[in-house]
């Protein structure tokens, strides 16, 4: 089904709940009331910009507006006893996290040594970049994806006498090196990292080392999304997910389900990254009085407005973003810096660069990009990000050597993350093979590990 067929059905069955809503004089809040989203939900339900897809918020949605299921396209449950129909998974199989004590089933055993065969049979293979050019990626890369995989396995040994202190010390400066593009440092931290946060959860049931443990899948999964290494992204995201909700850390999980709407979008299920990021963004969890929780709605906002922007929904995107900058400018300053590369203004421009960039406006991209100064940006890597969109922009407009000004400022920022990066290598070998070549590109293109 084509973007236009789904939006016509996603504004179609809006428009019915905005119609049984107004016919009973009902409220956004009051609706949201009684299905149990807030009024900001519904809304977004109702003008079509969130899929109204999923089969039970349009029960709920039904139920409380007594309408018929039929009017959603969906067939009535029966009601004589029978077989029910298969439920409808909204995204795909996730392999479970190995987070518990208890001896798992004979089946569940089964499924975990095939999933740990598989990869282990992938982990003497070398990572490589979906590049254009299909070039390897280089050492500090391909480094940290090999020995982050095998700490997934639990092939690394925790460092001795592992302590509370120790860990949240080592998350805090493998966090430093995430945010300022130290690939080589974290392939040698971040393993050794993911063992502790085990042993300390293997070894007490807290809730307190729970979390901990899901704020480094946390930053592992954001690593392997930038390396674009997607089978392990899901596990590490789903980890997190799942070990956070055991953490009782409301913060980390939202996290994780925007990481994991990252990945689903990069899979090209728009929809379904769509509804995990929306959803995430309203549940009561994030309601709270602490400002970072509200931030953190504005990151899974924001992050629904680039997926928008995937799926060629640009009016969705600039409503979405527009929804996302409101709440960073009530908020002020820059939030979360740890989680999403911070929540502020500029971090909500920079987005944008993206989201135009992906809408197919390259000349939107630029314009938001000149109003925003870089060192207002609150990290190394925000600030190397923001060179390398810029690079894009300029790349789909046809302006190669801008293009090559501004890829060569993300390296003078960040040279591990432009050299490793394989989005970015990428758009370095695209140009490359798009037309004329300059001493300074292949220079760059060298460092690269491209030519």
């Not at 949240?168 to 690939?183: E, I, Q």
């Not at 080392?209 to 590490?236: C, F, N, S």
């Not at 990151?299 to 799926?311: D, P």
């Not at 990009?369 to 046809?398: K, M, N, Q």
Request: proline residues 5%.
């Amino acid at each position: 089904m084509t973007t236009v067929k789904h939006r016509q059905r996603h504004l179609y069955s809006g428009m019915r709940v905005r119609q049984a809503r107004q016919a009973r004089a009902w409220t956004l809040a009051e609706l949201g009331r009684r299905t149990g989203y807030s009024a900001a939900q519904v809304s977004r339900y109702e003008r079509g910009l969130a899929p109204l897809t999923d089969v039970t918020v349009i029960r709920r949605f039904a139920e409380a507006l007594g309408l018929p299921v039929e009017d959603f396209g969906l067939v009535p449950v029966p009601a004589v006893p029978g077989p029910r129909p298969a439920s409808v998974r909204s995204i795909p199989w996730l392999p479970r996290p190995i987070v518990g004590r208890e001896e798992p089933r004979e089946g569940e055993n089964v499924r975990r040594r095939r999933l740990l065969a598989n990869l282990a049979a992938t982990a003497s293979l070398p990572f490589v970049g979906r590049g254009a050019a299909g070039a390897r990626a280089p050492a500090s890369g391909d480094l940290l994806v090999a020995r982050v995989r095998d700490a997934m396995l639990g092939l690394d040994t925790a460092p001795a006498a592992t302590t509370t202190a120790w860990v949240r010390g080592a998350l805090a400066v493998a966090l430093s090196d995430f945010h300022t593009g130290r690939y080589g440092a974290l392939a040698e931290r971040l393993p050794r990292l993911l063992a502790a946060g085990h042993a300390l959860a293997d070894e007490s049931a807290s809730v307190e080392h729970q979390a901990l443990l899901a704020e480094i899948y946390v930053l592992t999964t954001r690593m392997l999304i930038k390396l674009d290494d997607p089978q392990l992204g899901w596990m590490a995201a789903d980890r997190a997910r799942i070990i956070a909700h055991t953490g009782n850390s409301a913060l980390v999980a939202a996290e994780a389900s925007r990481n994991l709407a990252v990945l689903a979008r990069k899979a090209g299920w728009h929809e379904q990254a769509m509804r995990i990021a929306l959803d995430a963004a309203d549940r009561l969890t994030l309601r709270g009085p602490s400002p970072r929780l509200t931030a953190e709605r504005g990151l899974l906002i924001q992050s629904a407005a680039y997926t928008a922007a995937r799926a060629g929904d640009r009016d969705g995107m600039r409503e979405l973003t527009d929804e996302a900058a409101a709440i960073a400018e009530r908020l002020g300053g820059v939030m979360l810096r740890d989680h999403g590369g911070g929540f502020g203004t500029a971090t909500v421009a920079l987005h944008r660069i993206s989201a135009e960039n992906a809408a197919g406006d390259p000349g939107a991209a630029i314009a938001t990009a000149r109003a925003i100064a870089p060192a207002s940006l609150p990290t190394v890597e925000r600030r190397c990000r923001y060179f390398t969109d810029v690079a894009t922009a300029y790349a789909h407009w046809g302006r190669r050597d801008q293009s090559l000004h501004a890829l060569l400022n993300a390296e003078r920022c960040s040279p591990e993350e432009t050299h490793t990066r394989p989005a970015v290598r990428a758009l370095v070998s695209g140009l490359l093979l798009g037309g004329r070549t300059t001493p300074e590109l292949r220079a760059l293109a060298t460092r690269c590990a491209i030519a």
